[in-house]
């Protein structure tokens, strides 16, 4: 069933009078694209388990992929405010979809952008950008999750290329990429970046199916055979962990603005629900208990939105860290969880059904408490911070 395109967005600490001109119309412009594209589209796709393939070149169109990528290379050249906006209306229509865009831009062409040769980014940013081509990331492994730094997947220098094996899992586009920002190992153990283009002898995708979450996203594995990379695919301004890394911290900063959206549309389907709802003769929003809940739901997203304006302040100012952007990503995802838990109560046994988006943005929000850095992960990313004692290990 065709999702409502009523949506009206919380904003109870006039935190649109934060934003300028340009941040507000970018939103606009999104929040239209989502009511038109998505919302009618999106129940059925995650019901069939459908990635909705028509979407991309649109999402091209519309510059939703790269848009703080300068326009020389077909980005948008918009400020990180921006950015979380246009991340935080696609994912009020759907995590998979949002995840699909922040893949793209955050983890594809930025480190594209910002660790490519100048011929790498001729070549692939304005093809991404324009939705030409789709991306992905490949970090994580089938033994290798949190602890990133002991993959195994590795390449050898040879005359005038690479030969690269191993695997990733959990890999969201990848049954569709067109081309991989791989992290991988060489011979000296130094972790680097290669771009692996479709059509590569020995590269194969296959797709993960039986996703309980994140069901209109597609979600593959990238299987590395003695694949010849040529020895101009490796990105050559990193060198390391930081390469990944750095990448993690753009695609936490689009999460944590994004769950946002999330926790808006259960909030905003909630409060429609028990307005129209009727028991005992009256609208169970008359009912102290369903007040609690709205109330809650709506303090929460506040306070949410007030750490997304302030990182973006920060990020804009070159100042945002490591550790600001993993708690945001952390407290913003819990409160969108809660807010999704709340909402399917709210709805009663409606919650749990197509006819409102609840019980698939609960679903969804499973996943993204996981990706990018795990709840608990984050935690002692801020523990580090705070004591200077790394605990991960």
């Known amino acids: 069933m065709a999702q409502s395109t009523d949506f009206e967005a919380p904003d109870f600490y006039g935190i649109d009078d934060l934003l300028t001109e340009e941040q507000k119309l970018v939103r606009a412009s999104m929040r239209a694209f989502v009511n038109r594209e998505i919302s009618p589209i999106i129940e ?11 979407l991309p070149r649109k999402f091209g169109e519309i510059g939703a992929f790269g848009p703080t990528i300068p326009t ?13 906006l246009m991340m935080q209306e696609i994912e009020r229509g759907d995590s998979g979809m949002r995840s699909c865009v922040s893949v793209q831009s955050s983890l594809v062409m930025w480190p594209i ?11 692939f940013l304005p ?3 324009a939705g030409e081509w789709l991306g992905c990331f490949g970090l ?3 033994d290798h999750g949190s602890n990133t730094a002991g993959m195994q997947t590795s390449f050898v220098e040879h005359d005038d290329h690479y030969r690269l094996n191993g695997s990733k899992l959990w890999i969201t586009n990848a049954p569709v990429a067109d081309v991989a920002v791989v992290w991988a190992k060489n011979s000296q ?14 590269f194969s995708t296959p797709e993960i199916h039986g996703k309980w979450s994140l069901r209109a996203s597609t979600t593959g594995e990238l299987v590395f055979q003695d694949v010849k990379v040529p020895k101009e695919n490796r990105l050559p301004g990193v060198d390391g962990m930081k390469g990944p890394l750095s990448c993690l911290d753009q695609a936490r900063y689009g999460i944590a603005w994004g769950v946002v959206g999330a926790a808006m549309d259960c909030y905003d389907s909630a409060r429609r629900y028990a307005l129209e709802r009727q028991q005992f003769g009256k609208p169970i929003a008359s009912f102290q208990l369903v007040q609690k809940k709205l109330a809650e739901m709506l303090t929460e997203i506040t306070k949410a939105q007030l750490i997304c304006w302030r990182l973006g302040v920060l990020k804009n100012e070159g100042k945002a860290t490591t ?9 913003n995802v819990e409160m969108a969880l809660h807010v999704a838990r709340e909402a399917r109560q709210v709805h009663g046994a409606m919650g749990v059904s197509g006819e409102y988006p609840i019980m698939r943005h609960l679903m969804n929000l499973e996943s993204v408490i996981t990706y990018e850095g ?6 002692l990313i801020l523990g580090n911070e705070i004591t200077g004692i790394p605990a991960f290990k």
């Open 44 to 54: 059925e796709c995650a019901q069939r388990g459908a990635f909705p393939e028509s």
């Open 72 to 84: 020389e290379y077909g980005g948008g050249g918009l400020d990180a405010i921006c950015y979380g």
């Open 113 to 123: 952008y910002a660790y490519g040769s100048e011929e790498q980014k001729r070549k």
């Open 127 to 129: 093809r991404l950008a």
């Open 140 to 142: 994580t492994e089938p």
């Open 189 to 202: 153990g130094r972790v680097q970046g290669l771009l692996v283009e479709r059509g590569m002898d020995g």
């Open 323 to 331: 550790a600001q952007i993993s708690l945001a990503k952390r407290a």
């Open 374 to 379: 795990t709840h608990d992960i984050h935690l």
